[in-house]
């Protein structure tokens, strides 16, 4: 059996692929710091969790060892752009620094055949693309911390993976939403800034929610991001995976729908899912916040034969409403007031 270890795996993208990866036969291995994820979302699908930070090397060698690992699916990191700006230094330690240490690890633990290894990126590297939608070949201009820390990321491995001869894949998620309740993951973060769980939460109990930017050259002013269904994403990791593990060549792949939605279109589908109007205010424009990405995401459907099937934003949503509502039952991970739900 394939050994996977999955880092950050008990957050919102790396929980979520635990239960496809069983699926599909794979035997994954946490390993998570527990800093914004939650040991529920692992130890519900029955998967050994490493309680252990990036940074201790000693520990990752030892778990590569002792679990065999044969691949590896990196989603430890700091992934919030707003708070790239206040603490760039963490994120150079965490996404950059820290991921350069496992990789060491990686190569150090088999050096002769280093684990397949795949990371989820960002499409934050592409800072502010000059077309979109984006392809894999746009420029690489990130325009804050968070993407640059990634997109560092990004050249060692592309560099690594040369010089040590594993097979390497780049995966740029754009915007992950939506939940997987059927499996028991979705988002819950104990400081939620995500527009989909924070739209819910402003419709559910009145909350005002706050539109940062208004004036943003696109067809409504706020900024517009590609949506992809997190069980979609799921899927595409597995992809890759599957990819690499039958002899694919490394390479890098963009995951996205294509179709853009912008924040008042999301808010409007969210009191439409919720039935409930949202209060809306108008906050200043963040720093390093880009007005539109779209991706193209030719290159997963022709070499992974990715489509996505659960990414239109009104399943998106619903999917994202019944996990609030679920999550309020599992001790640890709920934030609604309960009594705002039906
Ligand atoms: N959520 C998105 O829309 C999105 C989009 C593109 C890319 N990504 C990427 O996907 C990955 C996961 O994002 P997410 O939204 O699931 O974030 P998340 O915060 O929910 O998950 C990150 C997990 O990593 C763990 N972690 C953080 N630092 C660690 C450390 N030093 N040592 C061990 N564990 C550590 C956290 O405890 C958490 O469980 C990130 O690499 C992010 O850049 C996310």
Avoid at 284 to 297: F, S
Wanted: proline fraction near 6%; glycine fraction near 8%; aromatic fraction near 8%.
């Amino acid at each position: 059996m394939t050994i996977v270890l999955v880092t950050g795996g008990a957050g919102y993208l790396g929980s979520s692929v635990l239960a496809p990866l069983k699926l599909a036969g794979y035997q994954p291995v946490v390993f998570d710091n527990l800093s914004r994820g939650f040991s529920q979302l692992v130890l519900q699908h029955n998967v050994p969790l490493v309680l252990g930070d990036l940074s201790d090397r000693s520990l990752l060698r030892s778990v590569l060892k002792a679990y065999r690992v044969d691949a590896i699916l990196h989603f430890a990191a700091l992934a919030n752009m707003g708070e790239s700006n206040e603490q760039p230094n963490h994120y150079y330690r965490i996404n950059t620094v820290d991921a350069l240490g496992l990789l060491e690890e990686a190569i150090a633990y088999r050096p002769q055949s280093p684990p397949a290894v795949i990371v989820s990126s960002s499409c934050a590297v592409f800072g502010i693309p000059p077309a979109l939608p984006v392809a894999e070949l746009s420029t690489r201009t990130p325009i804050n911390p968070y993407g640059r820390s990634k997109l560092a990321m990004e050249w060692m491995l592309e560099d690594l993976a040369q010089r040590y001869r594993f097979p390497a894949v780049i995966l740029r998620s754009f915007n992950a939403a939506g939940a997987d309740p059927q499996n028991g993951c979705g988002e819950c973060r104990q400081h939620e800034t995500h527009l989909i769980p924070l739209a819910i939460e402003a419709a559910l109990e009145g909350k005002p929610f706050i539109i940062y930017g208004d004036h943003f050259e696109t067809r409504d002013g706020s900024a517009i991001r590609d949506f992809t269904h997190v069980r979609d994403l799921a899927s595409a990791h597995i992809a890759a995976l599957d990819y690499l593990i039958a002899g694919g060549a490394s390479t890098d792949f963009n995951l996205g729908t294509g179709v853009g939605y912008s924040v008042r279109e999301v808010l409007n589908c969210v009191e439409r899912v919720c039935g409930r109007p949202i209060i809306v205010k108008i906050g200043r424009r963040r720093l390093g916040d880009p007005p539109a990405l779209v991706a193209d995401a030719a290159k997963a459907r022709q070499l992974l034969h990715w489509q996505p099937h659960y990414s239109d934003l009104e399943r998106i949503v619903r999917d994202a409403l019944s996990w609030e509502q679920q999550r309020q039952r599992v001790p640890g991970l709920g934030r609604l007031a309960a009594a705002g739900v039906q």
